[in-house]
């Protein structure tokens, strides 16, 4: 970096020539004189800057057209990242610097600084970005023509923090010290000429400014914030005053006499040392409080995520035990918690001290989890009592538990995978594309695994090869279908990808640009078209599947507004896309309707989403009734006027046909007991409002994204109903196996990055923001909640969607050839309908559908929580602050997965309770 | 389950091991400037042409099961089942050449070796690979090589996003070598599992 002192050209405008890193070139657009960028991105180049630089840097020295000169190299730090610091190619990089500066130094002129300095080191291996000692020292080499130094420089190379370039070089340079810097000038850089004294009283000045722009910048900064303790303020302020006041008396006491007795040297160098004193104690305090780690809290939380994992995975692997088990394990140590957080806050009222809401919620988990995990412990003892007393069933249970880990060992292990590759920075990067592989891996394992234990094909003899292989064709090639469906699903999710800034040369995904960017006007049609055909596809797939169970008939709210208010939704989305990609260049007339159109489409979606969530929640029972018991009316319909003309007869005499036909089939179908009531659609009642509730939120959040996005959401829709096929097809119900949960939870994450999203701020769609408001908010809330919504788009599709996992396989019970899934009632019979009962097994045993319930629950939980460990443990772990970033997100990611999984579950919940009321209001009837 | 069987299937592992090493050696005394790392796709190329020559003259020479009449009809119309279905276990490798060298050597470690013992008999395959499917101490050996390979490739996968910066970390080339290293672990293995459950397997056998 080379400078030359600029005093003599105060009022001008500084020259301030640049050459090297193009980064600067971003950073300060159009601020330099006169510029040289070479590009920078590649890692491994190690000479295109630096030799950029050499090639201009000596011609620019001697041409004389600068003030301030900054040469950025970029050789040694590509270097130590590609070869480490103890390599070949190292010493000849710092053989280069050496002679660059050996030059540079015989062509400096008489009142030029010369400044080195480098912003980093580097670790043994060469990175950097840590707090090692190794990381953070870096060189700082001054050199000057006229000497800089009074007396000799000291032999041990000073310690100097780098804050304190800043006011050094501005004051060098003549311009003010930066608003927010907390660095102390380096004096003796300003103790050019002259005797002692004056020298001192030079230091003194420069003392003086940085002082004063410290103490404003404190003053002002405590204003706002409240962070930095107020007595050490108030010290600090204290000594700032008196020295300035010294400083005062000290200039006008000089000014008078000029002497430069032994005396006023001994004051000057007090007076120094108090300056010092006063901007290195500012410094500590802002360093004290803003740089606060709190590792007890840490480590307590990480503490506490780690119970509530195992927590979660215990609580599911509880056996399915009566309600009153869950009641005791659960409820109370709930009760627990909150009554120590009664306690502490009460002791904080008491003793007067501010309420920290973080410490009390935690201390009450931690309660209420030591409370849960005893009660289980309590029931450990027993269960190892009874087992010992029947050893033979101790046995079988052994066995079973190791032929069981298998099972469980494949998914843990990817899962396992998953957590590790956080500990990766490469992984970290390429996550987008870890996470399709190892939901593909798991997914052909299970399928692996179903085929090496022989359940696709029909249980026989070995020899009987040639019968097996039709059942086999039938069962398993369908299976397979939907495995190559989603493999598919998953190489086509890859087309939505958002580039990381670490891979330069990564294009992002033509998808993710919003269609007004679009030049070519038919491409622009084309796209757009392909968008409405998307929308349209998922809003028909949605209806059909509905009308596949039977959950579209009748004239319940829900259903009617299946039926209409879906392709409204989808016109209106429609619209809105029309709108919004061709708003650029419609007319001057037609702008103020245009803008209208920009705000009132999207809050009319916003309204019927809002609606149509609202009517799931009221009236979430899609049933159509059809009552056939015997009515106690007349078998005729009553027949105003009076029977005479051949018309009448021909009115009557069908409906008493009809009657006798149908008490005819009843009567044979039942025998004889009569009272039914075919129920269309009740069989997959409680995942009905689940799809509808999602296909709405899908709406508001393809509202959220730009056009062409909607084709990922198409996918995403797609391959979660492949998954969840897959699921029912390859287990046993009530209970849903950790392979679907964590396959269902990477295919969210998977979405996450095929929606075109990334852990990183730059990849953030600010955009959503703004979808139906005309670039103005009044609170901070609803923008945040839009693009929150944006950016865990899938985290909330398929949390809220994780109870179909459990209510799939019962759905999927029925042969798929019947369309209409009828159950009949009433409760007497139901043993002879078992075949269609579908959903309504989960009545049948609402202990185990609770327990279910909350086992799945647990399950996503804990598999969720385990990431979040993982990421939580990784920050403590020094050389890791690169790692808070990603934390960031997939801490707001888990709570807003946990939410909607609540949300989901809860929805579940409504559902029952509205089917149990439909039930009562049927036997009323 | 004989003590001659054992050995032939030891012999042929051996000299299917030799094939795999002599692919990646013998082509520098031909090729200049031939090395695994340097030039994998010459590597892929010998390594899946010796694998599967080798296996095709293994079958004929000591297969397991006898070979049908030559110049039947049944014969051609089987030739005719093993090549499509070699060719569509390349999936859609066609691609890139990469893509399409990789796709070769796995098919090679896996498909053609159930082609050579088990024919193109869909059934067989269903049976072979399923518990307890495997009726004889050849079927043993090719579960456990084509597992191998199988799982060699998937672990392969795992160093390409690191940044290590080393020749391999390209995609196939640590995937082919984790097929490769599978592969020969599969072949080592077999027969010590056999070994291993010699009792087990007589006992099955009967």
Redesign the interface.
Known sequence: MGRRFSTSRVGEEERVVFMGDDTWEGLFPKMFHRSYFFPSFNV?DLHTVDNGILQHLYSTVDGGEWDLLIAHFLGVDHCGH?HGPDHPEMAKKLLQMNEMLRTLVERLGNDTLLVVAGDHGMTDTGDHGGDSEKEVNAALFVYSKTPLFGTDPPEEPEVVPQVNLVPTLALLLGVPIPYSSIGEVMAELFATDGDAVSAALQQLDVYHINANQVDRFLRSYSLVAQDLPTEELQQLQDIFSSAVEEHAQLVAHVQEEKPSSPELQARLGRLLGRFQRYLREARAVCARSWARFRPLRMVAGCALIAASCLLCYVASALPAAPDSFYRSCLLAPLLWGLAAALLLGLACAVMQEGLDLLVVSSWAAAVSQVAFFWRWWGRQPKRAHSASSHPPVASISLRQRLQACPALAFPMGILLFRCGAMF????V??EA??VP?LLA?LVALLVGKL????RL?VPEG?RQ??L??SS?RKESWHLLYLVAALLLCVRLSAAFHQCREESPQCRPSLFLAPLAGLRDARAKNLFYLACVAALVALVCAVRRWLRHCGNLNGSEPAVLFVRWGFPLLAVFVACYWAVASSAEDSLGKLQELVHVALVAFPWAVYGLVGAGLLLVLCKPVTVFAKDTRETAGPIVTPYLGVASSEVDFLHVIPQIYRRMQESLKSHLERGGCGAAVAAYGLGSVYSAALVIALTLLAFLLLLLHSERLSLAFLLLFLEAFVLLHIHARARKPFSVPWYAVISWLLAASQFFYSTGHQPIFPAIHWNAAFVGFHLDHSTNLLPALLVGANTFASHILFAVGCPLLLLWPFVCEAPSTQRRKARKEPREELHEEEEHMMEMRLREAPDRFSAALLQLGLKCLFVLGMQQLVLAGMLMVPHCACWARRFLFEALGFVVSSVCLLLGILLVMRVDCAVSAWFSRLQLR | MSEAGVRRLCAANLLRGCSVLLAATAPRFFLDGFSVLGTPLTWLCACSVSVSALSVVLNAALGPSPPPRRGSLAHKVGFLKCCMYFLMSFGRAFLSLNTFLFAVLLSTFTTLQCLCVLGPNIQAWIRVFSKNGAMSIWDNNLQITTVCSVLGAWFGAFPIPLDWDRPWQVWPISCSLGATFGYLAGLIIAPLWIHWNRKQLTYKSR
Do not use: I, N
């Open positions: 491994k590609k990766s920075d490469s992984f990067v390429a594309r870890v592989f891996s085929h090496w234990d022989g094909t070995p090869q040639l097996s292989s086999y």
